[in-house]
């Protein structure tokens, strides 16, 4: 027999015991973007591979390692998304969304990306992005922080973030900063290790984030970030700090911390857990004021960040088992008899019809009342509707409840204002 088909590595089917939650979740981020008046983005889930190669950086992890690239039938190089922001500016300049106008967007969606699966690390995983245009003040980059700790505190898991917070400056002083840290790194070449060494000239700013402990060691010498910022930069860092302050959002000012792709400058933050092991990142952005005009749109400030929808659903699973999904059966519809199947289908629609919120499944398929209520055990039932040639006959239906086992007949024409009561 032929061997079975299996999905790609590192991508995930969601089954429907899972889907509850991530729905559930899902809803609650929708609402509190709604609650600060932002518009979602619709954008292809493929784009021109030069999009990434220029927004990203050809020196990136991303760009050198994870893509996934192919040519389509026209021989155009085409790549799956590996990062949201970056079709966002495409389609904002496209549409001329950005120009001289706010725009505040988030998007919801796959994203791509050939890494070495584990835990929390996917190759194909899910990222709620937040993107805002046209405001270049510390207090749209606070807001964005107030957003996503609101998201905390909604799915009860605040405790179990805390903040990272950090200004790389402008391109220039990025720029002078990192020749004095290519400087400290070639006086201490023998200390650093390949990932490191391959980095120096192609993407310094990335040694500071180096996991190894014996290079992290070597960093406490390594001049400061902090001490290259340019004055502007400097006065927003310590806006956003003020108005952080006075939202009573603590954070850590970690010098170390920059972001893995290009188009950062100012601030950069990221929230991490401590709870999932060593994928610990749930959210990160920063402001990338430079990459309108670098993809060919007229310059206009920008801050934004993503969040893994993966590792927020397992952290929640984690550390608030009490967030539950919603149920998926409230009502289990069961029927036997002469004619009864008929007069369950039309009851369940007109149960539809007056308790739209309720959710009610009809039994198919026979089977006597005991296996039909086995069924709606399985489902999770709170209520069964049971139909029988009596009470097809008297236009009746026997509700009954099934935590207390208490039932009663009605007439169907009540049962919708029954089950209110019962369910809420
Ligand atoms: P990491 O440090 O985990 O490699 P990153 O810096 O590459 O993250 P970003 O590009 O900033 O991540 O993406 C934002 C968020 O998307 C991350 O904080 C993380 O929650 C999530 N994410 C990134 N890559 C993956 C992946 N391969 N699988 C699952 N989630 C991911
Ligand atoms: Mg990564």
New binding site residues.
């Given amino acids: 027999m032929a061997k079975n088909i299996q999905a790609i590595r590192?991508m995930n089917d969601y089954l429907p015991g899972e889907t509850a939650i991530w729905q559930r979740i899902e809803s609650t981020l929708k609402q509190v973007l709604g609650s600060y008046g932002y518009s979602e983005i619709r954008l292809p889930i493929v784009e021109q591979t030069p999009l990434f190669k220029r927004a990203i950086g050809e020196v990136t992890?991303?760009v050198e390692k994870e893509m996934y690239t192919f040519e389509d039938r026209n021989g155009d190089s085409l790549t799956l998304r590996?990062?949201g922001t970056a079709g966002c500016v495409r389609a904002g300049i496209e549409h001329g969304l950005l120009y001289n106008q706010e725009q505040r967007l988030w998007y919801i969606g796959p994203?791509f990306?050939h890494?070495r699966p584990q835990k929390?690390?996917?190759?194909q995983?899910?990222?709620l992005g937040v993107e805002v245009f046209g405001l270049q003040g510390p207090d749209i980059d606070a807001e964005l922080i107030m957003l996503t700790a609101r998201w905390w505190r909604a799915l009860g898991i605040a405790d179990h973030v805390s903040l990272e917070l950090n200004s790389i400056g402008s391109l220039d002083a990025r720029a002078s900063y990192r020749d004095a840290l290519v400087a400290f790194l070639e006086q201490h070449v023998d200390k650093l290790d390949e990932d490191c060494k391959r980095r120096m000239y192609s993407n310094p700013l990335r040694v500071l984030d180096s996991k190894n402990p014996d290079v992290q060691t070597l960093l406490n010498d390594a001049p400061k970030l902090g001490d290259y910022l340019d004055e502007e930069s400097r006065e927003h860092f310590a806006g956003l700090c003020a108005y952080l302050d006075a939202a009573g959002i603590g954070y850590t000012v970690n010098q170390r911390l920059v972001?893995?792709?290009d188009y950062y400058n100012r601030t950069v933050f990221?929230w991490v857990t401590t709870s999932l092991g060593s994928?610990g990142?749930?959210?990160?952005?920063g402001r990338y004021d430079g990459l309108v005009e670098q993809l060919g749109g007229r310059a206009a400030p920008a801050v934004g960040?993503?969040?893994?929808?993966?590792?927020?659903v397992l952290l929640v699973q984690a550390v608030n088992p009490e967030f539950k999904a919603d149920s998926v059966v409230d009502i289990y519809l069961v029927a036997s008899g002469n004619g009864t199947q008929t007069a369950a289908m039309l009851l369940a629609e007109a149960v539809r019809d007056a308790f739209p919120a309720g959710k009610l499944m009809t039994n198919y398929g026979g089977g006597n009342f005991k296996k039909q209520f086995a069924r709606a055990d399985k489902w999770g039932a709170r209520v069964a509707l049971v139909l029988g040639e009596n009470e097809v006959a008297n236009r009746q239906v026997v509700v009954k409840d099934l935590r207390s086992g208490e039932q009663q007949t009605v007439a169907q024409s009540e049962v919708a204002t029954h089950l209110q009561t019962l369910l809420g």
């Avoid at 929390?120 to 190759?123: A, F, L, N, P, V």
């Avoid at 990142?281 to 952005?285: H, I, K, S, Y």
């Avoid at 960040?305 to 927020?312: D, I, K, Q, S, V």
């Fill in positions: 590192g992890d991303v590996p990062e994203m990306r890494e929390g690390r996917y190759r995983f899910h990222q972001r893995g792709l990221e994928q990142t749930v959210c990160a952005g960040f993503a969040m893994g929808l993966e590792r927020l």
